[in-house]
């Protein structure tokens, strides 16, 4: 790929990537060193184009000192190039490989790192790529900052779908938990200093605390498996219990403010420069969160997560198994997901469908919107994976896959172009649609990979799933469907009742979730670790929201909304 840019003279390459192209060069017009970043691709994506838009304009506008604030945004091609002053700094990535980082020199960066997420912090900015290569340092004056806002986020917090690790936002190596889509966790600001965290670790270890050539190896280390402490490195105690605080798996046990961070780094930097080492203490003392930050964690849930982690442990060694929970607005969802972490440990997949009280006629409304979700999370994976998967599904469809395109249009993309199927009506029809959905299923439910269906508001399912759902759990092993309904809106003589009624019959495992509000001392607790005060002090507050039977939540928003109503 030749390059080139109006202006500019091209000179030196400094990273070649994939995605990216940078190189140093100089302006013509008066001289002046650059650093040009490109795209790698001749043709881009969009949301490849948005992401240079996006660095040029949170940098441009960000007035601290910390970051590299860009020259311009150059068309180039059918591309962006992003031209940034060159003041010789290199990044951190290649500086340790040239030099021997002392312990002291160490701090004096993580410090300065420091300051710099409080400044990006205090603009609401989530970096959401923190990692060797994306923080430079002057090889002379060894000031540091911090490069690439390509997926930085201007939201105080977002919601990561679950998505192929070939396509998550950030570098793998480095990711939160929360940004793997797999925690029921939302990315905030407090993501940063997990990465920051796994930054510090391999500069102190010499090696990253998770190593894998398995995506989903590592999404199952950062989000379940506890990392070495850096104390195993000879590392100071203190230091290495600062970077596991930083690594910690949920966001409320990190550090909840860079401050804090700071503040625990200058003791261990006095103490050095003082007594010539870094003694033991209590870190955190000084760590406050300066925003209003509701919990995410579970509360009062613990036998009903492990029920459903025991229901997919099952299916994970060859049952199929209906898990069903009744009481809308009362925590279903966020307990269904704690089952992620098993999934990504099992390679298994985990999808989900929503019937609508609107969409009553159309039949399979919440099927195919759960395996629409299944097609986007394959059409990610490596091309042979996916001529695996395209060999499988045609061996179990046959030459009647376009009956199936019809209603999951993704799937022609992983099967191509299929043959007309032929037409047939009425109840032929609906069997030979079952009969096809059936053997669709087994494609993805065995033990290399089990299957997790969520499908929430059964109550509105159409007759025609609550068939298929019958069918579904008649020989189909590897497989969990994870049912949900509002158990004030059915009877008795209710048809997904009776459905249920009737697989229970034929033997299939079926188990029920009973979801109560919480208990005056689980709401007690998460008042009480909102306002980081004592259960004593939180209990009059408790109190008062217990007295009002909606304002009892399962989860954070419900309790957030109520707190600012309160004022």
């Known amino acids: 790929m030749t390059l080139a840019l109006s202006g500019y003279k091209i000179g030196q390459a400094i990273y070649t990537g994939t995605r990216t192209l940078v190189y140093r060069g100089q302006r013509e017009s008066d001289n002046q060193p650059v650093v040009i970043k490109f795209s790698g691709n001749a043709y881009p994506t969009f949301s490849e184009l948005l992401q240079f838009r996006n660095q040029y304009t949170i940098a441009k506008n960000l007035n601290i000192p910390g970051i590299i604030h860009p020259l311009s945004l150059e068309v180039c091609g059918n591309s962006y190039a992003l031209v940034m002053a060159d003041d010789g700094a290199i990044s951190l990535q290649d500086y340790a490989k040239t030099h021997s980082l002392e312990l002291r020199e160490l701090l004096a960066i993580a410090l300065e790192l420091a300051d710099i997420l409080h400044d990006l912090h205090q603009n609401r900015i989530i970096h959401k790529d923190i990692k060797p290569a994306n923080i430079l340092i002057h090889p002379d004056t060894k000031k540091v900052k911090l490069i690439d806002f390509s997926i930085a986020s201007l939201l105080p917090k977002e919601t990561q779908e679950i998505k192929n690790p070939n396509v998550l936002e950030g570098t793998l190596a480095y990711l939160a938990p929360e940004q793997t889509g797999r925690m029921n966790r939302g990315i905030d600001y407090r993501s940063d200093f997990y990465a920051l965290g796994v930054t ?300 249920v009624d009737e697989i229970v019959k034929t033997g299939a495992t079926v188990n029920t979730i009973d979801l109560q509000a919480l208990s005056l001392a689980d709401l007690n607790h998460l008042v009480a670790d909102t306002l980081n005060c004592e259960l004593s002090i939180a209990q009059p507050l408790t109190e008062l929201v217990y007295q009002k039977p909606r304002a009892i939540p399962s989860l954070p928003p419900s309790f957030s909304k109520h707190c600012m109503k309160m004022g």
């Open 200 to 499: 510090l670790f391999e500069l102190l270890a010499g090696q990253l605390p998770f190593e894998s050539d398995d995506a989903m190896e590592l999404i199952h280390s950062h989000i379940a498996k506890q990392p070495p402490s850096p104390a195993q490195f000879n590392i100071p105690e203190t230091i290495a219990n600062i970077v596991m605080k930083l690594m910690a798996k949920n966001a409320e046990n990190r550090y909840q403010s860079a401050l804090g961070f700071k503040y625990d780094l200058e003791m261990c930097l006095h103490q050095l420069s003082e007594i010539g080492k870094i003694e033991t203490f209590e870190i955190g003392t000084r760590d406050r969160c300066d925003r209003f930050m509701i919990p995410e964690k579970l509360y009062g849930r613990e036998t009903e997560v492990k029920t459903l982690l025991d229901a997919f442990d099952r299916a994970a060694n060859g049952s199929s198994e209906l898990l069903v929970a009744g009481f809308s607005g009362i925590g279903k969802t966020a307990a269904v997901s704690e089952v992620h972490k098993a999934i990504v440990r099992q390679r298994g997949y985990f999808i989900k469908g929503k019937f609508d009280q609107f969409q009553r006629n159309i039949p399979f409304s919440g099927f195919v919107q759960a395996f629409r979700d299944l097609m986007g999370q394959l059409s990610s994976e490596s091309d042979d994976r996916l001529q695996v998967w395209k060999t499988k599904i045609l061996e179990a469809v046959g030459d009647s896959g376009q009956v199936l395109i019809d209603v999951i249009p993704e799937l022609e993309q992983i099967i191509g172009i299929q043959p007309p199927a032929t037409e047939l009506s009425g109840t032929a029809a609906q069997n030979r649609f079952n009969l096809l959905m059936q053997k669709f299923v087994q494609v993805f439910t065995s033990i290399e990979h089990p299957l997790a269906i969520f499908l929430d508001d059964l109550q509105w399912a159409d007759s025609a799933s609550l068939k298929l759902l019958q069918l579904l759990m008649d020989e189909t092993g590897y497989l969990l469907i994870l049912g949900a309904y509002r158990d004030n809106e059915v009877s008795p003589a209710h048809p997904f009742i009776l459905t």
